[in-house]
């Protein structure tokens, strides 16, 4: 099955700076990479997705890129804010039977100090 | 428009005993999916309903069953409880089983003594 590994487990950064969370999976297959901020005690929120047709999307602050040949794909976000902190998921999914079924890497916990 | 919504949010068993979990999914949704989510990790697929049946399972024992009700709801039942099914319940829908995008709910809150 597809597997997916997530780095780094733990980000500190200061306001404004840049942050990127890194991404691979297995399976060569899966054409849909979404990405959810989930807060402390929240519901998980997709922020942004992209799929295998594409190499980079953007919204606002916020970046995607997938690299299909490398089987990677990674998360930007820039000038951070304290509003920022969260914990960041990545999945990797794989469309099967007219069912996506995602495979979520371990988190990312994002930490902005003001 | 009111979202996922999940009851109850949260609950304490003990082993051996039996749960039902229960969701509400986003107006307009017709597909609801369950995951599981152990403290520090990202959510476990379980299992994905639509049109009242079961249409994918995750690597879960069958002591994880569900049901799709008419109106698109869904429950998560648990049997035999484990200290290891001790987690948080996420139950998250979408337009339809291939459209990728989840829209979650709170969760439930499962303690199991």
């Known amino acids: 099955g597809e597997n997916v590994e997530q780095h780094p487990s733990t980000l500190s950064v200061q306001e404004g700076d840049s942050a990127v969370i890194k991404c691979t999976y297995s399976d060569s297959a899966s054409n849909y990479f979404p990405w959810y901020k989930q807060e402390l005690g929240k519901r998980p929120q997709l922020i942004i997705d992209?799929?295998?047709?594409?190499g980079e999307k953007k919204d606002q602050r916020i970046a995607v890129t997938l690299n299909k040949t490398a089987k990677h794909f990674s998360l930007h976000i820039t000038e951070t804010q304290p509003e920022d902190s969260a914990v960041y998921f990545c999945a990797a999914s794989l469309l099967s039977g007219g069912s996506y079924i995602p495979t979520f890497g371990r988190g990312t916990s994002l930490i902005v100090h003001p | 428009d009111a979202g996922v919504t999940q009851s109850p949010t949260h609950l304490i068993k003990t082993r051996g005993q039996q749960v039902t979990l229960r969701c509400s999914p986003k107006s307009g949704h017709d597909t609801v999916s369950w995951y599981q989510q152990a403290l520090g990790q990202g959510p476990q697929f379980i299992f994905q309903?639509?049109?009242?049946?079961?249409?994918q399972r995750g690597n879960f024992p069958d002591r994880f069953s569900g049901h799709q009700f008419p109106n698109y709801s869904s429950e998560l039942n648990v049997n035999a409880l484990l200290l290891g099914d001790s987690a948080l319940y996420l139950c998250?829908?979408?337009?339809?089983?291939?459209?990728?995008?989840?829209?979650f709910g709170e969760g439930s809150r499962l303690t199991v003594l």
């Open positions: 309903y639509y049109e009242e049946e079961e249409r």
């Open positions: 992209i799929r295998s047709n594409v």
């Open positions: 998250a829908s979408s337009p339809s089983p291939g459209s990728g995008e989840l829209f």
